[in-house]
Each structure stands twice: as structure tokens, then as C-alpha cells.
């Protein structure tokens, strides 16, 4: 009898964790390469369907130390030197821009990007209410979407930008392969 209920626990047991992994090995993924105005990789951005939400791990270098605004901006073109081709900040949900702002947040605006003295920076934000999947609020919507990172620090209020400066990086966000 002991033998039998170890044998289906074991079963069990191999039978969850299949099935999770075969669920993970499913999660919808993309992916930006982020470059600079002189068209050099400077670092990638990595998306992962979440539930409330896109998670998006952006790791950088070779840019300035300090704060800079970085956003999801609504065109997946990023035509340097000015990036101007990504177009405004990525807004399904028709909402003012900041999160201070009682009347925002765009779906694309994040915390401020803290760049090291070395130049690199890493940080993992949500897209909330952003999906990798078909839909009205879909990152991967006919014309794409792109990570666009800016000059100045976002002062989380000002419409439509946040007054956060020149577009000095600029990542088209694609299926990850």
C-alpha cells in the first residue's frame, strides 16, 4: 500500500512540474535592442507577459549618469539621430501623462531610469494593463511600439512628456524569437 501512494505521488509530482514547465516554456516574451543616436547597441530590454500587466528588464550602458525619463513610445521606428519617429508615448487607455498626475498615467510612462557614475543602469518596471497578446492595449500592435530613453530626468506630471528631454536611446520592441 505504501509503495502504491509513493509511486502516485511521485507520478503526481512529475506531472506538476511538467506541466509548469511546459507552461513557462509558452509565456509570451519580446524583446527590444537598444541603441543610441550613432546606431550602437547600448543594451536590451526584455519583456515578459505578466498578469496584471508587461514586466520590462532593461539593462544599459554609455549613457550619461544621472536621471533620465524613459518611456514605451507608440511607433515601433526608432530613426536616429532624434528617435522622433516612435512618436508619443504609448497611451491605449487615452490618459494624461505622469504618475502624478491624478488624471494619468500613460501605460508606457515609468519610474525615472538611475544611471551609475559608470554609465550603466538595470531596472525592471510594469507596463500596467499592457499585453504581449492581440488587443487594443497589445505592445506588439500592427506599427509597433519602442523603449525610448531620454536626455533629462521626467518630472512624473507635465502632459504630453513630461518636459523629460531629447530622445537619446531608442529600442523597436519585437516578438522575442
Known sequence: MMKKWR????FSALCLSSGTAHAMSHEMKARADIKDAAGKSI???????????????????????????FHIHETGTCTPPDFKSAGGHYNPFKKHH???NPAGKHAGDFPNLEVKKDGTAEVTVI???????KGPASLLKPGGTAIVIHADPDDYKTDPAGNAGD???????????
Open 98 to 100: 505622469g504618475m502624478e
Open 167 to 177: 530622445r537619446v536611446a531608442c529600442g523597436v520592441i519585437a516578438m522575442d524569437k
Open 7 to 10: 509511486a502516485c505521488a511521485v
Open 43 to 69: 543594451g536590451t530590454a526584455t519583456l515578459t507577459e505578466q498578469k496584471d500587466g508587461v514586466k520590462v528588464k532593461l539593462k544599459v550602458s554609455g549613457l550619461a549618469a544621472g536621471k533620465h525619463g
Open 127 to 133: 507596463a500596467t494593463g499592457a499585453t504581449l497578446k
